[in-house]
């Protein structure tokens, strides 16, 4: 959930974004098959996440008529989305349908939104920020630059990250240019500023009213979908650094 930004670097139009900043709710999509690696396929479009920020990237399948072939993994290859399948078949089709692994991602949308939520209820409470995070569907673990933690302070987080659940709050994306965006400071709440260098418009997803960051990842649309916010542990990284662990019970489903 760190400050990176669309895999294509532009921020663009959304007829210029792959399909998972169009419609992050995307479970199925047809592609053509437009370039192969040794171990994949390219498509255009895609819906398939590729990963970054402590997201992982997307699983899922791809089919068409007589056939399928397991995508594995997401990779960004230069300029390209590769969906890594192993060797495919010596003949395709023109056209494929792409198929998520729906839970899995659905999770992770879940997962990296209450990050966010985490986010901007230990900011506005004690102003730190994230030093990085890691996620799986339905876990993750994010650091803060912290000092003195104790149960009754994960115990209010944990608390007031649940208010914010239950104010069904909707969750936006929008882009900003790279000046305008950095003269907001709140934007990266992360230690580092990890936007890269040559980007020119900054993705930002909102949780209205309560958070609004620089980020590249998927979401839920509304904050009601993330469900019960658990901080089970947490561990200390050195006299400032806190490393929290956080579960998730199931959320309401998506409209």
Known sequence: MASTLSPDGTGGNAMDQPLFYQDAYVRTFEARVVARADDGLVLEPTAFYPGGGGQPCDTG?????????PVHSIERRESRIVHVTGPAPPTLPGTVTGVLDWPRRHALMRT?????????????????LSTGCGMHPG???IDFELEGVTPEMLADLEQAANREVAQA?????????RAEAESIPALI?????????????????????LDAQADGGTHVANTREVGR???????????????????LTPGAEAA
């Not at 990296?112 to 730190?128: E, S």
């Not at 936007?195 to 900054?202: G, Q, W």
């Not at 916010?229 to 579960?247: A, M, T």
């Open 61 to 69: 399948a791809i089919r068409w008529t007589d056939g399928e072939i």
């Open 112 to 128: 990296h939104t209450a990050l966010h939520i985490l986010c901007g209820v230990i900011w506005q409470k004690h102003g730190a």
């Open 139 to 141: 876990s993750a673990h």
């Open 169 to 177: 709050r909707e969750v936006e994306t929008y882009t900003l240019d």
């Open 189 to 209: 709440k992360t230690k580092v500023n990890l936007l890269p260098k040559a980007l020119t418009r900054v993705r930002v997803v909102d949780i209205v009213g």
């Open 229 to 247: 916010i658990r901080i089970v542990k947490y561990k200390s990284k050195g006299r400032q650094n806190k490393r929290l662990y956080v579960e």
